[in-house]
């Protein structure tokens, strides 16, 4: 019982390695800037997309199941991708800071290149309003996660003192709704029933 985990990312990785799961990992070849370009639609639906696409990728050139997933920051109806530099990171948590945002997921299976899973999740993430020498303090601890992930923050550690309230899935913060996923592998015989 295996499946094949369409994405690079170490947080989804560790997410299924925790939960006790054998699977292989594919990262897909999907152009995310030109789905990304121009898109006026749901930011969630965008997240489900992405992942259906990285899915479909790596089905269409492998037998079995396979998983993908992304994750997108929506802040006053504006899509945010990765910073590209610390120096973005900081200032992009000083425009979230005291704010909310939310972190829009999508996650898909694919067998044989066609979609047989979806799912959408939405975090809602409140920043407290922090002091200059917090941030200050926390971009130079902060190091390669500033860049690593969409709010510039790896929830699961130093990135959680940025926050005052969340609600949502703690692994969908992370990247991956573990516990629908673990549903659907189940269903689909890629997990222990």
């Not at 006790?20 to 990262?27: H, W």
């Not at 504006?78 to 910073?83: I, M, N, P, T």
């Amino acid at each position: 019982m295996s499946f094949i985990l369409a994405s690079g990312s170490a947080s989804r990785r560790a997410i299924l390695e925790n939960a006790g799961l054998d699977f292989e990992i594919d990262p897909a070849d999907v152009d995310e800037d030109a789905l990304k370009t121009g898109y006026s639609g749901d930011i969630g639906a965008l997240a489900v997309r992405l992942g259906e696409e990285k899915a479909l990728a790596v089905s269409r050139r492998r037998e079995g199941l396979v998983l993908g997933a992304d994750q997108v920051l929506e802040f006053e109806g504006r899509l945010f991708d990765k910073a590209r530099s610390a120096e973005e990171a900081e200032a992009r948590l000083r425009e979230l800071r005291g704010r909310t945002h939310w972190l829009k997921g999508g996650v898909a299976a694919a067998v044989g290149g066609e979609i047989v899973w979806r799912h959408e999740s939405a975090c809602r993430m409140v920043m407290r309003d922090f002091s200059d020498a917090f941030l200050a303090d926390y971009v130079a601890r902060a190091g390669d996660m500033l860049t690593s992930s969409v709010g510039g923050y790896a929830y699961e550690g130093l990135g959680a003192q940025l926050f005052s309230e969340v609600e949502g899935d703690y692994f969908a913060v992370l990247g991956l709704p573990l516990l629908p996923v673990l549903g659907m592998l189940r269903d689909h015989g890629a997990a222990p029933a």
